[in-house]
Structure formats: structure tokens, C-alpha cells
């Protein structure tokens, strides 16, 4: 596992315990080289959003208990994958961030710049 590093370098913050969120599990977007998703941006879902990650292929709102997945609410904290926080964030549809709960890692992928546009802790 990486470090557990924010985008500023400091501690990363949990995102979420309920429901649990993380590449591992952990409640935080912690990342490894294993994370080819690189699950660091940690997002405060929205209604359009989830909308439209399902439009996209991805289907957070469904429960899938037999993956314990609970499936995903408005106002709910998840580690999201920076490539699509980029790509929903480029159409006008990307949720907002918690940048002391994102990983340093994400910042490989999307600017500090962006982020901080809709950061939901520093603004």
C-alpha cells in the first residue's frame, strides 16, 4: 500500500465507513499499485452523478449484497476512480470532493486545480 497521503501531503482522512469505501476496504482511498482503477478522489455522490456513472456502465445505486455492496445514495461519501471523476468533471457532471480524504495518488491523474473547484473542505 501507498502511503496515506492527501493532496496536500498530509494524513489522508477516512472517506467513508458507511458504507465502507476504499480500493482495500478501509473506509479510505488508499491506493496501491494493484488499484488499476486508482480509487482516490473521495466524492460526496449526487443524484446527477450516480445518474450518470449508471448511464456510463457503472451501476452504484444497485445493491449487490452478494458482493456486500449497499449500493449508493445521495449525500453518501465514496472513493470514486480519478479517471472517472475526470471524465463526469469534463461533461459537467462530476460530484463534489473531500481533498483532505483524496489520495495524494489521484493528483496522477486529474489537476489539484480541478479538484479544488468543487471541493466541499476548503472552500
Known sequence: MDDSLNVFE???????DD???????DGC?????ADFGSHTVCCQM????????RFR????????PDFG????NPGD????????WLEAYEQGMAPKVYLTRTHKRALEIVSLRKLKELA????
Open 69 to 72: 455492496f449497499p449500493g449508493l
Open 77 to 84: 461519501s465514496w472513493c470514486l476512480c480519478a479517471n472517472r
Open 29 to 33: 482511498c488508499n491506493t496501491s499499485d
Open 19 to 25: 458504507p465502507v469505501t476504499g480500493f482495500f476496504r
Open 120 to 123: 466541499v473542505d476548503i472552500n
Open 10 to 16: 498530509e494524513p489522508l482522512e477516512p472517506c467513508s
Open 57 to 64: 456502465g457503472n451501476d452504484l445505486s444497485t445493491p449487490m
Open 46 to 53: 449526487t443524484k446527477e452523478f450516480l445518474e450518470y456513472s
